[in-house]
């Protein structure tokens, strides 16, 4: 049984230059959540949607960070210009229903030179 | 001040000690108490769910959560090598979906 699948696993990239995360939820699983996690600030929920509409998007850092998810199966996070303290590992999750608690992917790590 | 504290440590142990892992939460709303390992560049994976008080057990693992003392814990008995890892406390309300981690706890169990 498939899990929650993150890609790319690593990403390298300039300061400046656009970055995209993508994410597969495990099927069948209505909620989707992007977190990020830092030495500093441990593990933070970015934004989390509900039958593909964002719910909750108060952790995203600053507009440079947006996120969209078209279909059930694909979500994206986005940060565009990218800067050096954007890098972190970030995570994405996903959960059957509101009282079940949220399977993660094994993450992007994420460097910006 | 955090709404959830947990010691990083580094905890070390030999192999077959029982170990304990804990954290402190500031918010009464909190219901819903997990516990996730997180091995090195994976995520986290769920162990121990529980909901108000009390203990839950399974297999060398119990959940202890005390809301009047806003204390949770978390025991692993006869611990592996293969417990080496970081222990995530996480809680959450009722209402919503907003789940609050701890900072985790490093464990290493020393063979």
């Known amino acids: 049984d498939a899990g929650v699948i993150q890609s790319p696993r690593h990403e390298v990239t300039e300061m400046g230059q656009e970055v995209t995360l993508r994410c597969k939820p495990i099927s069948g699983h209505d909620y989707l959540f992007w977190y990020r996690q830092t030495m500093m600030r441990g593990l933070e929920l970015l934004i989390y949607f509900n039958n593909n509409v964002p719910i909750d998007d108060s952790g995203m850092p600053e507009d440079r960070f947006s996120a969209k998810m078209p279909n059930a199966s694909f979500s994206t996070l986005k940060i565009q210009p990218s800067e050096p303290r954007d890098s972190a590992v970030y995570f994405c999750?996903?959960?059957?229903?509101?009282?079940?608690?949220?399977?993660f992917g094994d993450g992007t790590r994420l460097s910006i030179l | 001040q955090k709404e959830v504290e947990q010691d990083p440590g580094p905890l070390s142990v030999p192999e077959g000690a029982i170990v304990s892992l804990n954290c402190t939460y500031s918010?009464?709303?909190?219901?819903?108490f997990m516990w996730y390992r997180q091995y090195s560049r994976k995520g986290p994976e769920l162990l121990m769910y529980?909901?108000?008080?009390g203990n839950k057990e399974d297999g060398r693992f119990t959940a202890q959560v005390d809301k009047s003392s806003k204390y949770i814990s978390l025991f692993i008995r006869d611990s592996q090598p293969s417990d080496s890892a970081t222990y995530l406390c996480a809680m959450r309300g009722t209402g919503g979906f907003k789940t609050i981690f701890g900072a985790g706890t490093r464990l290493f169990v020393k063979a």
């Open positions: 529980t909901y108000s008080s």
């Open positions: 918010n009464s709303a909190f219901q819903y």
């Open positions: 999750a996903s959960s059957f229903e509101p009282g079940q608690p949220q399977h």
